[in-house]
């Protein structure tokens, strides 16, 4: 939803009424991931997708009926467990679709409070988890804010729980609380590439972090490095300090990324005794498989435990030969974005 999000809002400011369609469950090898949204006005004008065309001809037959009577609907499309096929998905899978009618002008304060506070989220690249309770007819939503804030028409703590599962997760998921099932659709900030010392590897790993969309964050104390540095691309932002003066004011969360450059101890060390003890998503950190037990060494004589240390991808990277520094950062990428996307193939 968040790449049609300024499409929503222009409709909505222009008191359009118009459906909203969203993939909360898939099967086998569906063409659209869960998440995946589609918006249809009165007037069958579409932009987005559930399907990248197999069954958007049947989601746009169904949101007539939405956008006349209110409310939602939970559609399948494809072999969904025990139910025979609706309709033919050509690429194989199935899928199941929520749709319902967005949040107009004449809804309840209540009501468009939730989309207003997402549409706050989304413009400040502030994370939030937006629940929907996948009933037939009225359903109520909500929206949780990783600190465990929520607003909206059930605010139950188990809502609150479920919610900040799927945003540990990193995976928009459906959850069931007393019969009734809700879709959990999480909206994280932009993930966070914290890079510890700079050197060659550096400038092009943050050329190629920009490409994906991360938030590049420089840390080193040595100012002949941050300072002289000609970056391909700039970081967002670079600390002459060492780790331990500036981590604290990051989420090392599941969308936080640490990769250590600097090769050296003591501004190695001194990262990793804070990273190890955190809920960072990766860490890696360059050096020789002889660099690396020497590493460990001195975790463990730190008091670090062997399941702590193993936490670090050590060496750094995945395996293509590289050799050159751009193929080093490149194969730093590529790991990277395996761990950022681990959750999404379960």
Same mark, same amino acid.
């Given at each position: ?7 929503i809002e222009n409709w909505t400011n222009i008191n359009k009424d118009f459906a909203l369609a969203t993939v909360v469950k898939t099967w086998g ?18 932009a987005g997708s559930v399907s990248g065309g197999c069954v958007e001809g049947a989601v746009l037959k169904a949101a007539k009926e939405i956008l006349?009577?209110?409310?939602? !609907? ?59 309770q996948l009933a037939n007819g009225e359903h109520n939503n909500a929206l949780v804010l990783p600190n465990g804030e929520i607003y909206g028409d ?183 974005? !395996? ?8």
């Amino acid at each position: 939803m968040k790449e049609l999000f300024s499409e929503i809002e222009n409709w909505t400011n222009i008191n359009k009424d118009f459906a909203l369609a969203t993939v909360v469950k898939t099967w086998g090898s569906s063409p659209r991931p869960v998440g995946s949204t589609m918006i249809i006005s009165e007037e069958m004008e579409i932009a987005g997708s559930v399907s990248g065309g197999c069954v958007e001809g049947a989601v746009l037959k169904a949101a007539k009926e939405i956008l006349e009577t209110g409310g939602g !609907k939970r559609l399948a499309y494809g072999v969904t467990d025990e139910e025979a096929w609706q309709v033919g998905l050509s690429c194989g899978g199935s899928i199941q679709v929520y749709l319902e009618k967005f949040y107009s002008n004449h809804h309840s304060e209540a009501k468009r409070s939730i989309w207003k506070y997402l549409s706050h989220c989304l413009s400040s690249n502030e994370a939030c988890i937006l629940i929907t309770q996948l009933a037939n007819g009225e359903h109520n939503n909500a929206l949780v804010l990783p600190n465990g804030e929520i607003y909206g028409d059930d605010q139950r703590a188990l809502i609150r729980e479920h919610a900040l599962r799927a945003f540990r997760e990193r995976k928009s998921q459906v959850f069931e609380i007393e019969d009734q099932q809700y879709f959990a659709q999480v909206f994280p900030r932009k993930s966070q590439m914290l890079i510890i010392g700079v050197a060659h590897i550096t400038v092009d790993l943050i050329h190629l972090a920009k490409l994906y969309d991360f938030e590049t964050i420089v840390i080193d104390p040595r100012g002949a490095f941050t300072n002289k540095t000609q970056f391909i691309s700039v970081p967002d932002q670079i600390f002459e300090a060492y780790p331990e003066e500036v981590l604290d004011r990051f989420d090392l969360d599941a969308y936080s990324f640490a990769v250590i450059l600097s090769h050296d101890p003591k501004i190695d060390d001194n990262a990793l005794h804070i990273l190890l003890k955190s809920n960072i998503a990766y860490i890696g950190a360059l050096g020789s498989r002889k660099t690396h037990t020497k590493r460990t060494q001195r975790l463990k004589n730190a008091g670090f435990t062997d399941e702590e240390i193993s936490k670090i991808h050590a060496p750094i990277g995945m395996d293509i030969n590289a050799k050159k520094p751009r193929e080093i950062a490149l194969s730093i990428m590529g790991e990277v974005i !395996k761990v950022q996307n681990e959750f999404l193939k379960k």
